[in-house]
Each structure stands twice: as structure tokens, then as C-alpha cells.
């Protein structure tokens, strides 16, 4: 028995639909969730109502525009227990935010001999800007291994990986794994010797209750689209010391305090990072979101897909020859797989007619599945609206597959 209802399905419009004349059962949660009609509405009210520029107008409607946006800030520094809603920027998402640090912290800070310590399981938005940043400064990548199938971190070796790190920036959930991260002593680790510590939560946002603070993080990077808010409007946590020394990321109106001819003074962070027109309504549909997921519980909410995977986990089990990728015990929302015999695509496509959406590929973590040895794996991952009964509809359809290819 779920801690969730599954009457919060009718909270999502887009989960009412048939897809290839079947009910619809959306498995790639990982890759964005759907939206309920909270976020939808608030998103639909604000163009209707209060649409205007933000910062730049005394007229009402840009009064009204610019305390929606300031309150979302507010709301998402309270939902990451930031210590004040100045240490919020706003982004596009978790890769722009992973962007913004490397380019501004990053080239202001790093130079040659300096390293940058990731994990083997990161995302390429936390892998490839890092790089761009060690090409252009003489920086050193290292990472930290990850043991075989089970995909857990081997922290073995932790204090000579992090000698000579500026900054380590590791993903508290596997997009590819379901693996969780222990950030917190991972942090507190990296600080220990003078390192920051970024912390990518485009998983575990939505998924976990957050604190930064009891995290120890200095950047944290998520984005809306993945916890029920729209696509365009993202997270980065700075925190204030470090935004004040950072240098502007794009250039622009709203980022300015004062422009020359030759030069211009900056805005104060976090409006420094944050250069023409913002993604007004995508920040009030985040702030929807976030007043939805408390609603349900973020206790509730992991503690609900955990459950699902583990049983799908099981089902799946039944079927000879299953490698399975990532742990066994503790783990977040996703099962990634591969079956003998079985292409992925060929899975992938074949679910699709009978209505299931699950994800296959190397999810953006292609040094990863290298190191697997699999070009691709299928993933199914879950989240809040989602039913055991969907698990077992997934699973007919899998048997259903693999005796026609097979
Ligand atoms: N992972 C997935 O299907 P953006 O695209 O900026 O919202 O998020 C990028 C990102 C960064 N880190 C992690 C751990 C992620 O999982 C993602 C997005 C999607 O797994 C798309 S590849």
C-alpha cells in the first residue's frame, strides 16, 4: 500500500490520454515530469492577468510581474532551505546553472594544477563544461570510480582523488543508476580541504526533501521541469559570498548597475547572473510546483517511487539473462536494464505501441556506459502519479516483447 493515492492522477490532464489505443503510461519521469493543473493554471493566469517585464516598469501589471517572480525566488530558497532568497538565481535549468559556475567561479578561480574532481556517473551538462573549463585554464579533470553494475561510488581512494581539487561537483541522484549520492560527507570531505563543492539535483529535486544547508553545498544546480514545473526555468543556488565575487556570466539589461560607452558597473547578485528578460511565468509555474510537491510530501513522494522500482525491479527479475544497472537496496525511482537478444530500440519502439513511454539510450552519460560495456540501456523511471498497476501493465507488455523477438 502506497503512501501516495493514486487519485492524485487526476491532478494531471496528459495522464487521461490513450496513446496507440492505449491508457498512457509515462515511465520517463527521469526525462521530465507531467504537469498538474495547479502549475498549469498559475502559468495561465499570470499571461491573463499580470503579464509585464519585471525591474523596468512602475505601471501595475510590471509591479504585479515582478512580485510573482521575486516570490518564486523566495519560495524556491525556502524549498532548499536556502539562507536567503539572494542565493537563488534563476536559469534556464540544471545545464545552464553547471554552465554559469564553470564559466564565471570557474575562470576566475582555476588555473593550471588545479583539479576538478566529478564522479564516473555524472551527466554530460556536469561533465562537458567542466572540461570546456580544464581546455581553457590548464585545469585537471579526475574522477571518482564507480564500482561495477551496482554503480555506487568507491570511495576508497577519496583523499588522494581529492588532493589538489578546487572543486568537486558530483550528482546527488544518477539520471542512469538510481544511485543517491552521500553529498553530505562528500562535502563536508571536500571542505575539509579547502574545496568547493557544487551538488547537480536536476534528480533529486522534487524527489527528496533539500537543504543546502545541511548538505554543506556551495552551488547547487536543478531544474523546474523535472518536479512538475515548465521546461525553461531553472535553479542555481550560490551561495551570496561567492556570487559577490563572481564575474557576470552573459551580458545584458537587468544585469547592469551602471553602462558607458567603454565600460559598465554590475547589478548587485543575484541579478548579476540573470541578464535580459527572464522566464517570468516559468517562475511562477515553479513556484506552483513546489506549493504542489509540499502538498504531497517529498517524504512521501521518494519514499513512493522508491517502492515502484523496487518493484519493477522484482517483476522484471523473471525475465532470463536481466543486467540490471544500478543498486539493489537503496536506490531513487529508475531501473535501468538490458536484455539479451533484446534491442533496446526494438523495446523501446514496441512499448511505445502499447502506450508505455520508457527511455533507452546512454541517458547523457556516455563515459558511463562505456565503462559498462552496453551502448544503450532501457530505463523506466517513476514518480508520484504513478501505480503498481502500471508496473504490471509494463510487464505484460515486456513478456509480451521478448516471446515475439525471442
Ligand atoms: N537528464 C534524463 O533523461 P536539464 O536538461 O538542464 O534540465 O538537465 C540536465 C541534467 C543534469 N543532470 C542530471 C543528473 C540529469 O539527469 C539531467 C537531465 C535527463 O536523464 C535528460 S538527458
Known sequence: ????????????????????????????????????RTVLEAVQRYYEHDNANVHRGIHELSNRATAAYEAARERVAQFIN???????????????????????????????????????????????????????????????PVTGDEGVLDLANIDTLLEGVKILALTHISNALGTINPVRDLCSTAKAIGALCLVDAAQSAGHLPLDVQAIGCDFLACSGHKLCGPTGIGVLYAQSHLQKVMPPYQGGGEMISKVEFQVSEFNVPPHRFEAGTPNIAGAVGLHAALDYLDGIGLQAIGQHSFELAHYAKER??????????????????VVSFVL??????DLATMADQQGV?????????QPLHEKFGVPATARASFYCYNTRDEVDFFIEVMQKIIKLIR
Open 1 to 36: 500500500m502506497s503512501v501516495i493515492d493514486a487519485s492524485i492522477r487526476e491532478d494531471f490532464p496528459v495522464l487521461t490520454q490513450e496513446v496507440n489505443g492505449h491508457p498512457l503510461v509515462y515511465f520517463d519521469n527521469a526525462a521530465t515530469t507531467q504537469k498538474p
Open 340 to 345: 539479451p537478444e533484446v534491442h533496446a530500440l
Open 316 to 333: 522484471l527479475a523473471e525475465f532470463d539473462g536481466i543486467r540490471f544497472f544500478g543498486p539493489t537496496t537503496e536506490h531513487a525511482g
Open 357 to 365: 513511454a520508457i527511455r533507452i539510450g546512454h541517458h547523457c552519460t
Open 82 to 144: 536556502a539562507p536567503d532568497r539572494a542565493d537563488v538565481i534563476f536559469t534556464r535549468g540544471t545545464t545552464e546553472s553547471i554552465n554559469l559556475v564553470a564559466a564565471t567561479w570557474g575562470d576566475a578561480n582555476l588555473q593550471t594544477g588545479d583539479v576538478i574532481l566529478l564522479t564516473e556517473m555524472e551527466h554530460h551538462s556536469n561533465l562537458v563544461p567542466w572540461q570546456l573549463l580544464a581546455h581553457r585554464t590548464g585545469a585537471e579533470l579526475r574522477f571518482i
